[in-house]
């Protein structure tokens, strides 16, 4: 059974942090994405990796994928209020392109 | 920018009942998928869908739930008697290379 942790489950930080959210598997995955969902709404698609030790930025956000494409992780820099919300992480299987969601981390940035 | 529809956004039903939750997935997308999220718990696959047929499901699909592509643009899921513990949000997704995702129907089953 493919499994993906991610850590730290919740975290509250105060704007202008850093802030680095990890997503963890034994297992490898074809592709990976992150995704941010916001109460009541579906997972709204951020960026997807392919190739291990890709990395890709996203205005403030920069997504890595690891080199043996089992974990990934996602960087935020200088964290504003308006980045609060629900960050998953999700892994493709290569098989039928289903995906295998991360067990999700909160993030609440305070003003 | 394309998106998925789901339809209704929300939907109470007794237990017992039959439900029919409706996704109109983007129209050249080839995969589709549903996925449901029991409040507080993560996301999970429950079928996916190409080419007219199931492709693969999981354990949570049984013989309670079905899929219809009725008429080339409409994507259905079916729960034939549904159960207190059906209660979730339920997300439509459709894919060439990356889930997009529908807003999701809340089932509410009392």
């Known amino acids: 059974t493919q499994l993906l942790e991610q850590s730290p489950q919740f975290l509250s930080i105060q704007e202008g942090e850093n802030l680095t959210v990890y997503c963890n598997s034994s297992?490898?995955?074809?592709?990976l994405q992150w995704y941010r969902q916001e109460p009541g709404e579906g997972p709204v698609l951020l960026v997807t990796?392919?190739?291990?030790?890709e990395v890709k930025k996203l205005k403030r956000l920069t997504f890595q994928f690891g080199d043996a494409r089992k974990d990934s992780s996602l960087h935020i820099t200088a964290a504003q209020p308006g980045d609060t919300g629900l960050y998953l992480c999700?892994?493709?299987?290569?098989?039928?392109?289903?995906?295998?969601f991360g067990t999700g981390t909160r993030l609440k940035v305070l003003a | 920018e394309p998106e998925v529809t789901q339809t209704p956004s929300h939907q109470v039903t007794q237990m017992g009942q039959e439900v029919i939750l409706r996704c109109v997935p983007i129209?050249?997308?080839?995969?589709f998928y549903w996925y449901r999220q029991i409040l507080g718990q993560k996301v999970e696959f429950l079928v996916s869908?190409?080419?007219?047929?199931?492709?693969?499901k999981s354990e949570i699909f049984d013989d309670q739930f079905s899929v219809e592509r009725p008429d080339g643009s409409n994507f259905t899921l079916k729960i034939r008697s549904t159960k207190l513990e059906d209660s979730a949000m339920y997300f439509c997704?459709?894919?060439?290379?990356?889930?997009?995702f529908g807003s999701g129907t809340r089932l509410t089953v009392v």
């Open positions: 997704a459709s894919s060439v290379r990356g889930h997009t």
């Open positions: 869908f190409y080419n007219n047929e199931i492709s693969e």
């Open positions: 297992s490898v995955f074809s592709s």
């Open positions: 129209s050249n997308h080839l995969y």
């Open positions: 990796v392919v190739t291990g030790g």
């Open positions: 999700a892994g493709a299987d290569s098989g039928t392109y289903k995906y295998i």
